[in-house]
Nanobody
Framework: QVQLVESGGGLVQPGGSLRLSCAAS????????MGWYRQAPGKQRELVAD???????AYADSLKGRFTISRDNAKNTVYLQMNSLIPEDTAVYYC?????????????WGQGTQVTVSL
């Protein structure tokens, strides 16, 4: 079994910052791409950013410059640093990992962490 556990969400004022973390644990042989997605009320889940095993990153165009994704391969952990937050960033943020476990390669999801940007 593989688990992804997110942390770091919460309430922040506009212009503030948050850092999300996602740790993968369990029977992990290898981890390819890890990423962050978000889903706002009434909207579809969308990609925020992802990072492959070598550190190559990709971002949603609208978020470039404000969000930074990174990972610590030794800890099987991915991070999302979010700066200059705006109310439109309010959403549930989900961690995703493309992980090989028990001979199978599949995508795993965390349970999500709420980020609310408001006065």
């Amino acid at each position: 079994q593989v688990q992804l556990v997110e942390s770091g969400g919460g309430l922040v004022q506009p212009g503030g910052s948050l850092r999300l973390s996602c740790a993968a644990s369990g029977s992990i042989f290898s981890i390819n791409t890890m990423g962050w997605y978000r889903q706002a009320p009434g909207k579809q889940r969308e990609l925020v950013a992802d990072i492959n095993w070598s550190g190559r990153t990709a971002y949603a165009d609208s978020l470039k410059g404000r969000f930074t994704i990174s990972r610590d391969n030794a800890k099987n952990t991915v991070y999302l640093q979010m700066n200059s937050l705006i109310p439109e960033d309010t959403a549930v943020y989900y961690c995703n990992g493309n992980i090989r476990s028990m001979g199978y390669l599949r995508n795993y999801w965390g349970q999500g962490t709420q980020v609310t940007v408001s006065l």
